[in-house]
């Protein structure tokens, strides 16, 4: 269902600041902690005492212990003491590659020997006096592949965001996609069209009016296992549209880094980076608690549509031209997928 040798956003730093955090990644369910020097660590959320949830412990001097008998387990999952009990035969429970970067906790739940965190991708906005950044989390029951079809087709924001980011002019716009490598890349440009009113106040926040007519872009970019940058903005006509000078324009990121949790359920860590007057504390915040209401209007769309495909699976659903960026962005996890699985008839026996 699920690529598993690659790196996946698992949680942001404050989650796990003080105390263990559980959480279910591409079906493991892995506890997640503060370890020696204050690094992050990451285990089988499993006692192997008898069976706990590690995650309900606590951390004491960069070990995590077992809130059930007071097990203590070490960031590379050997137990290392428990009251009263010699542990040298107590068997090891799996740990995982983990690593802090641009603001994430980011996890590899595949063959711990493949992680190389030379791959995680670069983050461009993070930790730049030019750029700003708010995001959130929410936890949907969809499946994963569900959130990226939504988002590589912005098609969709005339209907369900129809009061904040949708115009017609979506509609009416074709777009075009192509794949390089292993990007999927979805454009739409529209030209001399009013902006909407999410817009309209990115506008204004920039000092530019907002009541005359701009040239507007979305470019959506897939790279797998599962994020989503979108290069989003509008910039007054006749100064270039994307090529527009910072001064006439408003430009951000949404980031969009889609987690499995299970085949049916995700973590979605949703933001945006924005690259004028970063700042604007007030702003960020303003932006953060706007965009977080419309990506609430996918969250109610993207799970009954999940209900309905489970409720009728022989089904079969239309492919249209809208569609190309989420077809081919599974034709691309397909193949990954089927690399990742070993050949067939293979044993790992020894003869």
């Not at 059930?68 to 740990?95: D, N, S, W």
Request: with cysteine.
């Amino acid at each position: 269902m699920f690529p598993k040798n690659t790196w996946y956003v698992a949680a942001t730093p404050n989650e796990i600041d003080e105390k263990p955090l559980g959480r279910t990644i591409c079906g493991e369910r892995i506890a997640f902690y503060r370890g020696e020097g204050n690094k992050v660590a990451a285990v089988e959320d499993f006692c192997p005492h008898r069976g706990a949830p590690l995650s309900l412990g606590y951390v004491s001097e960069g070990k995590l212990v077992c809130g059930y008998h007071g097990l203590e387990m070490g960031c590379q999952g050997k137990t290392i003491a428990m009251p009263g009990q010699r542990v040298r035969g107590f068997p090891a429970i799996k740990a995982y590659p983990v690593a802090e970067r641009y603001g994430f906790i980011w996890v590899w739940p595949g063959d711990a020997a493949q992680a190389d965190e030379a791959k995680i991708p670069h983050m461009e906005w993070y930790d730049n006096p030019e750029w700003a950044y708010g995001g959130g989390l929410y936890h949907i029951n969809c499946d994963y592949r569900l959130m990226i079809d939504n988002l590589m087709d912005l098609t969709h924001e005339t209907y369900v965001h129809s009061t904040s980011i949708g115009q017609k002019e979506i509609d009416e716009t074709p777009c075009k996609t192509t794949v390089e490598g292993d990007t999927v890349t979805t454009s739409r440009f529209m030209s001399g069209i009013l902006p909407p009113p999410f817009w309209k106040a990115a506008l204004r926040a920039n000092n530019l009016a907002d009541d005359v007519p701009v040239d507007r872009w979305q470019i959506c970019r897939f790279t797998p296992p599962s994020h989503v940058m979108i290069e989003v903005g509008v910039a007054h006509q006749g100064h270039g549209g994307y090529d527009a000078p910072n001064d006439k324009k408003a430009y951000s990121v949404v980031v969009d880094f889609i987690t499995p949790e299970t085949e049916t359920s995700i973590h979605y860590f949703w933001g945006m980076a924005r690259k004028f007057n970063p700042t604007d504390k007030a702003l960020t915040a303003t932006i953060r608690e706007g965009q977080g209401k419309i990506f609430g209007e996918d969250l109610e769309m993207l799970e009954r549509q999940q209900q309905n495909l489970l409720a009728h699976p022989e089904r079969a659903l239309l492919m249209l031209n809208i569609d190309a960026g989420g077809v081919q962005s599974r034709k691309i996890l397909e193949r990954i997928m089927a690399q990742e699985k070993p050949a067939a008839g293979t044993t790992s026996a020894s003869v």
